[in-house]
């Protein structure tokens, strides 16, 4: 019970030679408590003793799990750097994004990425990618530039909210939601604010 002890217990070895030497009863310096040095008997049942191992059970438990059932991968959906979005001369919204992929797998892989509209939503995006599947090698991450192009009139308020399909051609695959970015359309703006103004005047004149 000293702060010095560093607990080589080599004074134990020293004391319990001596004590042979002397006839006398060994344990004289010994691992012990101020409980069991009063005289109190020792409790091998403890609330900590049965504690402390559930606690590192759960936690071993907790771990084997999440290695079991992580994801086959990783993926990571950023937006493109630079302009949110370009207006092609033809008149499509372009939207460049990053995916970013992390293999975990043990063999190499092909990722498939696609866009998926909602639900009833009229096949209008597109989607351009320097290469697609992307490889990606096991253990490995990769990260590659993608180009979705939609029209302009999909749009609602300068944006559009898809999702994204990632596979790996083995039965893996998952959806990331997305926000594409367009340009506003004012127009139809403008010609309700001139309508309610005509409308304004036309009650005005009612009322004169």
Not at 43 to 68: E, F, K, S, T
Not at 75 to 86: A, E, H, K, N, Q
Not at 172 to 188: A, F, N, Q, V
Request: glycine residues 10%; charged residues 25%.
């Amino acid at each position: 019970l000293q702060m010095e002890c560093i607990h080589c217990t080599q004074c134990m070895d020293a004391c319990d030679s001596i004590m042979d030497g002397i006839g006398r009863p060994r344990g004289l310096i010994r691992y012990s408590s101020r409980d069991e040095l009063s005289g109190q008997p020792r409790r091998i049942l403890r609330p900590r003793v049965v504690i402390y191992p559930l606690l590192l059970a759960v936690v071993w438990g907790a771990l084997a799990y999440a290695l079991l059932h992580r994801e086959p991968a990783d993926v990571t959906v950023l937006r493109g750097i630079g302009s949110p979005f370009t207006v092609t001369p033809s008149g499509m919204v372009m939207n460049q994004i990053r995916v970013k992929i992390v293999n975990r797998d043990p063999v190499d892989r092909q990722y498939q990425v696609d866009v998926v509209e909602p639900a009833g939503a009229p096949g209008t995006l597109g989607l351009v990618a320097p290469e697609n599947p992307l490889p990606v090698a096991a253990g490995k991450s990769a990260t590659a530039p993608f180009f979705v192009t939609a029209p302009r009139a999909v749009f609602d308020d300068g944006r559009r909210d898809v999702r994204l399909r990632i596979g790996n051609g083995a039965g893996w695959s998952t959806e990331i939601p997305y926000r594409l970015l367009g340009p506003k359309d004012h127009d139809g703006h403008e010609h309700k604010d001139k309508d309610d103004r005509e409308h304004r005047d036309d009650r005005k004149d009612h009322g004169r």
